[in-house]
């Protein structure tokens, strides 16, 4: 593996919002089992004030999962001159088999941990918590994809390589070449373009719904 600083922010930035991640579940399984907003017992008072903690917890985590896209991004751009025949990011990321899993994962990764801090953000204005319960099965369901990220982003930067021969976007992006990104390159443009905003416009109406239950 290339140490280089920028790999080592990330490794190491992912590492802490996976366990963060980790004990925040835990957490989060308590309060689904147990939250009661009508109960004034002890184990609700300890759940309301562990959700503070988790809350502030989590904004920190999703920030730098949003913030770790674009220094993946970066710091592929930064490593290709280390790599013969690659003149930006896309052929660094194509040095192996897990840089463009890994870039995928990592979009993903930013738009849900946008729409956590969301959800989170619309349940702390409400006076009765009226997503918490949402709000926590969305982290319970973020915790194993941000984990399968940091393994694959591991596995990624650990397979780097200076002396490999890599290809240039030119040749990856044609329709021509070798890879899913030649195919997704060759692809009609209409049929490709509705079936992206097809998509999108299908997430955010699973948000709404998410959000409105």
Avoid at 174 to 202: I, K
């Amino acid at each position: 593996m290339i140490l280089h600083p920028p790999i080592v922010a990330l490794l190491v930035g992912s590492l802490l919002v996976s366990f963060l991640l980790v004990l925040a579940s835990w957490s989060a399984v308590r309060i689904l089992r147990h939250w009661d907003l009508a109960s004034g017992s002890e184990l609700q008072l300890d759940l309301e004030r562990r959700t503070y903690l988790v809350s502030t917890v989590m904004g920190y985590a999703c920030a730098f999962q949003v913030v770790s896209l674009f220094l993946f991004i970066y710091t592929a751009d930064d490593l290709a001159p280390l790599f013969v025949g690659a003149m930006c990011a896309a052929g660094t990321l194509y040095v192996t088999a897990y840089g463009y899993p890994t870039l995928i994962l990592k979009a993903v990764g930013t738009v849900l941990a946008g729409a956590w801090l969301i959800v989170n953000h619309a349940d702390n204005r409400g006076r009765d918590y009226p997503l918490i319960r949402q709000k926590y099965a969305f982290l319970l369901a973020l915790t194993p994809f941000v984990l399968t990220e940091t393994a694959i982003q591991a596995a990624y930067f650990a397979g780097l390589k200076a002396d490999v021969i890599t290809s240039c976007c030119g040749s990856l992006f044609s329709s021509g070449g070798p890879g899913v990104a030649s195919e997704l390159a060759g692809l009609p443009t209409l049929p490709t373009q509705v079936a992206f905003y097809g998509v999108v416009a299908a997430l955010l109406a699973a948000g709404t719904w998410f959000c409105r239950r």
